[in-house]
């Protein structure tokens, strides 16, 4: 088996959970579950970035240590995958033991090879990004551009990352492997930062203690940004008990991360593992923002549209398939309610649900529910030869929206299919009674190998169209098989359909708040 590992970017503890979380996590949910579909060994890992001063200081300001805060923090977003329906091998938080002692060694390793320095760093800062910004970042004078805040001018004693050493080293690994970053936008952004001359970078933090030891100094703790990348490759160290997963695992074959916070992990992140003579991950694929009135979602801006709201009203199939259709997986694009209910309406429940529904019914009123065992129709055939290699294709660079867009266009044939061969008409004429048998035997086929392509991007109502299908226990099991015929159209399997409730019923919208 291959394997296939895929990270979310750890989220900061101090926030609670929102629609930009739940995006990154939905799409490497829908990678992991549709290569274990591929029959791929997967590992697909999300977890909590737990130190520095956000955390200290909101902690301070509760009354609590920031140990207490980050535990009650952490539930949150442990709270959020199950939510929706992901499923993640590990949890990892950076505030584990485990992790801590991985962090220590492996940066140990970084000073033994000369990557490490002791210096002053002096600079604006931002507390909630916990990062030095760069006179040309900044904007409004000394205001951070992410959050609008005012910056603290700091200088400390710090140990420093010798980034600058590994100047020509980034440059070599960009010029060799151009699909490292992708989308291309984002591989040119990161390599311009690069280009642009690659400073040192603090490494530790003085002033605070909120964080892993250093253990060369332990009036230091690692900068929390170089403590959370490592959780990628710590988590290996411990998430199953007794076993070294990175014999298997590591280097990672897809980081998913938004756009944000592409200098760490396109440039420092790689910088890191080439000073530790660590292998450096495959690819890192870079999301846009989910936009709500042309601005990024986030708790600061007070605009956040809340996952949970739409989840317990649609059920997290119809987010899942919602952030992935509507908004393309690397841009940015605007998401609303409104949107949101006209996809639910006219996709799901509509080309989708109605599709199920009516194919089942005609099966059931015409046949007693037993799927005529004859070939389908060489038409439909032809429009999903390889169908599912194309899904495949795409998903395994993380082009989740052009993958999901290939499997509409079938939904949208095999509707149309109905219209033309309107079973309806050939019920009435028992002359034709064959080819009433090849109109559902397709419908039903072409429906099944839909669903099974689907599962990834909506699992829970795929397995109960499978199972109504009478598709199989095999593939109404958690994770469909694509191989041995599961994502091919072929002669109708034996089956017996049985009665399916509207899949995506209609719901009466939240009120405007
Ligand atoms: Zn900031």
């Not at 109502?461 to 469909?480: S, V």
């Amino acid at each position: 088996m291959a394997p296939f590992y895929v990270t979310t970017p750890i989220y900061y503890v101090n926030a609670a959970p929102h629609l930009g979380h739940a995006y990154t996590t939905i799409a490497a949910d829908v990678m992991a579950r549709h290569h274990r579909q591929r029959g791929d060994d997967v590992f697909f890992l999300t977890g909590t970035d737990e130190h520095g001063e956000p955390v200290s200081l909101a902690a301070e300001a509760a009354g609590v240590t920031p140990r207490e805060l980050a535990d009650k923090n952490a539930e949150r977003f442990k709270a959020l995958a199950p939510v929706l329906n992901a499923t993640n091998d590990f949890f990892i938080r950076t505030s584990d033991p485990e992790h801590g002692r991985a962090v220590q060694e492996v940066l140990t390793r970084v000073k033994d090879n000369g990557y490490v320095e002791l210096g002053i760093y002096q600079g604006w800062y931002c507390p909630r990004c916990a990062d030095f910004k760069s006179e040309q970042e900044i904007v409004d004078g000394n205001h951070c551009p992410i959050h609008l805040i005012e910056l603290d001018w700091e200088q400390e004693e710090n140990y420093f990352f010798k980034l600058s050493k590994l100047q020509d080293r980034l440059e070599q690994l960009y010029a060799e492997r151009p699909d490292f970053v992708t989308p291309s936008s984002r591989y040119n952004e990161a390599l311009s930062f690069i280009k642009g001359g690659l400073q040192d970078v603090s490494l530790t933090r003085g002033k605070l203690t909120w964080g892993v030891p250093v253990p060369w100094d332990e009036k230091h703790v690692f900068y929390v940004w170089f403590d959370a990348l490592l959780n990628y490759y710590t988590a290996l160290t411990y998430a199953r008990p007794g076993e070294d997963l990175r014999d298997e695992f590591w280097p990672a074959t897809y980081h998913l991360i938004a756009k944000d916070i592409l200098k760490f992990h396109c440039v420092f992140w790689p910088a890191l593992l080439m000073a530790a003579d660590l292998p450096l991950p495959e690819h890192v694929f870079v999301h846009g923002y989910l936009l709500l009135e042309g601005h990024k979602m986030s708790k600061s801006l007070g605009n956040v549209l809340d996952p949970f709201e739409v989840i317990d009203i649609y059920g997290a199939d119809a987010l899942r398939f919602y952030l992935l259709r509507d908004v393309s997986f690397g841009q940015d694009g605007s998401v609303s309610t409104a949107d949101f209910e006209q996809r639910y309406e006219s996709e799901l429940a509509n080309d989708f649900g109605n599709l199920a529904s009516r194919s089942i019914k005609m099966i059931l009123r015409y046949r007693d529910g037993v799927v005529p065992q004859v070939d389908v129709d060489p038409a439909i055939a032809a429009d999903f030869d390889g169908l599912a290699e194309r899904v495949s294709e795409l998903v395994g660079r993380a082009e989740l929206t052009p993958a999901l867009e290939e499997i509409w266009q079938r939904v949208r044939r095999l509707n149309r299919y109905v219209d033309e061969q309107a079973p309806w008409k050939l019920a009435k004429d028992d002359e034709r009674a064959a080819d009433l048998d090849r109109a559902l035997a397709t419908l039903a086929e072409g429906l099944r190998v839909l669903t099974v392509l689907l599962h990834a991007w909506i699992p829970e109502r795929a397995g109960i169209l499978l199972a109504a299908l009478g598709a199989g226990a095999d593939l109404a099991d958690d994770a469909p098989a694509l191989a041995i015929g599961g994502a091919r159209l072929g002669a109708a399997v034996p089956a017996r359909a049985s009665d399916l409730d509207p899949l995506f019923p209609k719901q009466q919208p939240p009120k405007a708040a």
